[in-house]
């Protein structure tokens, strides 16, 4: 049983996750709607919604984690852009849409992420 063991590991060691994670939060920022696995969607939805909920703070101690876990365009997009367009909202930034389609070459179901 895997009690108290959260996350997917998606066959990588921690450094490849973390630059996947990494690599899909900063696209999905700059172009605010991505079409990735589903999988992968459901795991950077909760980090994608934990920064823009410290972004809402609006001081220089968050800006500098925002720049500290992302590359600077894509913190500086939460900071100015984003986070201000939610101030109201108290969560739920994101939303998934699932496709009936799978990935060609492994069957893999995909999805759409997009900001609500």
């Known amino acids: 049983m895997r009690h108290l063991v959260k996350g997917r590991k998606f066959h990588r060691g921690k450094g490849q996750r973390n630059?996947?994670?990494?690599?899909?939060?900063?696209?999905?920022?700059?172009?605010?709607?991505?079409?990735?696995?589903?999988?992968?969607?459901?795991?950077?939805?909760?980090?994608?919604?934990?920064?823009?909920?410290?972004?809402?703070k609006r001081n220089l101690s968050v800006l500098r984690?925002?720049?500290?876990?992302?590359?600077?365009?894509?913190a500086l997009k939460i900071y100015y852009e984003l986070s201000p367009r939610y101030q109201e909202r108290k969560g739920g930034y994101t939303r998934i849409t699932k496709?009936?389609?799978?990935?060609?070459?492994?069957?893999?179901k995909m999805a759409v992420i997009e900001f609500v």
């Open 65 to 74: 984690i925002l720049t500290e876990q992302l590359p600077k365009k894509a």
């Open 19 to 56: 630059a996947l994670f990494k690599s899909l939060i900063n696209n999905f920022i700059l172009k605010e709607k991505i079409e990735t696995t589903e999988a992968k969607a459901k795991e950077i939805r909760p980090k994608m919604e934990k920064l823009i909920t410290a972004g809402k």
């Open 99 to 108: 496709s009936a389609k799978t990935r060609k070459n492994d069957g893999a």
